[in-house]
Structures are given as C-alpha cells and as structure tokens.
C-alpha cells in the first residue's frame, strides 16, 4: 500500500510540560474519531483538557499553520503548498457512497456515481429504478471528504452547484437517513442502520476489503503539525499511537495506523 508515513521518534522529543489543555482543530470526518479517542484519554489524564473542534481539513491546515490550535486534522493528503507541516498517519478511511435504508439500490458503478453528482443523472428511473429526481448531497468546498471524493470518483467532471451542499459528514448522514430519494457520500465508519452503503463497481465499503485493496475509495486520517510535540501535545499523540488509541479507532471503521504496511 503506497502511502506516505511521516516518521515521528516521539520517544526522542522533549517532554517539557505543556501547560493547559489541548485544542484540536480541522477535519469533521476526523473529529468524531478522535474526540472518542480523547473521552478515554482524558479517562486516564483527567488533569489534561482535549478540546476538538471541527471546521474542515482545510480549516485544520490554517490553524495549525498560524498556531491557533495544537494539532491539526486533515483527511486528506497536503497540498504542495503544505508541505512545510509534520504530518502523522493514525488511521486509514474508507469514502462510502450512502442511501437511505429503504432504498432498493445496492449497486452503482463510478460512472454512474459521477453521472448523479454532475447531475447528468437526475432520475432514478435513469438508472432503472424506481423513484423521481435524485437529491444528491455534498460536502462543501475545502472540505477533506469532498477533496478525496472528487479526486478518486469524480476525476475530470465536476460536483454540479444544483447539489445540495452540507458542511459536515453528520449532517450529509442525517439528510440521506430521511430523504428517501438522496444519495451521499461519508466516512465508512459513519455509516449508521438508517441509512446504507452501495457497493461501487460491485466491491462493498467493507473493513476487509479496505484493508486488501479491493475497495479503493480510501483516503488518509492525519493529524498535523507545525513543530515538535512536546508536553501534553506529545503524551496525546503517543496515546493515539499507542495499542489502546488504535483500537479504539480500529472500534469506529477505520484502519488503525498499526494495521497498514507500507511497501
């Protein structure tokens, strides 16, 4: 799996006590993952504050950059104009292309995904099903979810403005789990029983198919940068890393960092 790992020798770093909490900040695909990661931490560190806070991935980025937050989230890779950040992998995340619960489709190819979010597809009854107009539902611009989705499905054609636009993965989930006609894109890890995940080009979101490859819809889970770590900065990442942070991630849907192998 070509994946770039930042490597970060946390045993070798200073551990110089930051005074305070932790202020997270960036990815809303990210932030239900590790906000679960920091209820535990704080469990076991009750005298260290995490505060998570959501934005996007592009959002995260800034923050880090100009120092408003101590750690950023992105769940997707940096740009070339980012680079100057330390990036950490702690999980892998699958992109599930979702529909209501009810809905008899199982199935959809990528040209049809694409279709319906360049709204060259608007009707179920194109696609053999039965049903009116799709409501297809996106994420908004500088969101880290959209980013992946456009570059691994939508590749040249574009996310028509005629789809109704959401700025968080919770909130495209709540759409599709009452409208019977939308369809949506999340974290596979999101995925609830009101609402289902299709199989794309008959491959279905599955853990196992993500971890061999077989589903590739898959996108990075990083935290982000702009110095060392050290303190409390320092202690939470190394818990995140550490067996019982990946678990807990591995709990959610996701890939714990510790399970990709990198060739």
């Known amino acids: 799996m070509r994946l770039f790992l930042v490597a970060v020798s946390l045993c070798l770093l200073s551990c110089a006590p930051n005074k305070g909490g932790v202020i997270i900040a960036g990815s809303t695909s990210v932030q239900p993952f590790i906000e679960k990661v920091a209820e535990h931490f704080m ?7 995490i505060n998570v806070q959501g934005g996007g991935s592009t959002a995260g980025v800034q923050a880090t950059m100009n120092g408003t937050c101590d750690i950023g989230t992105s769940s997707r890779n940096l740009k070339p104009t980012e680079q100057e950040l330390k990036t950490i992998l702690i999980a892998l995340d699958g992109i599930a292309v979702i529909v209501h619960g009810n809905s008899p489709v199982r199935d959809l190819t990528v040209e049809q995904i ?6 060259r597809i608007a009707e179920w009854s194109q696609l053999g099903v039965a049903g009116n107009e799709i409501i297809p539902v996106t994420r908004e611009e500088g969101s880290g979810t959209r980013a992946s989705f456009e570059e691994m499905i939508m590749g040249e054609e574009v996310i028509s403005d005629a789809c109704l636009v959401q700025d968080s993965n919770g909130a495209v989930r709540e759409i599709i789990a009452t409208t019977p006609q939308g369809v949506g894109y999340i974290s596979v890890g999101l995925v609830d029983e009101r609402e289902k995940a299709v199989a794309i080009d008959g491959t279905k979101p599955t853990l196992t198919n993500l971890i061999i490859e077989k589903y590739h819809f898959s996108r990075p889970f990083l935290l982000l940068l702009r110095e060392e770590p050290t303190g409390n900065v320092k202690k939470f990442i190394e818990y995140v890393l550490s067996d019982e942070g990946q678990e807990i991630l591995g709990s959610g849907g996701l890939i714990p960092a510790n399970k990709v192998v990198a060739d």
Do not use: Q
């Open 43 to 49: 469990e076991k560190y009750p005298e260290i504050k």
């Open 114 to 119: 694409r279709g319906i979010f360049s709204r």
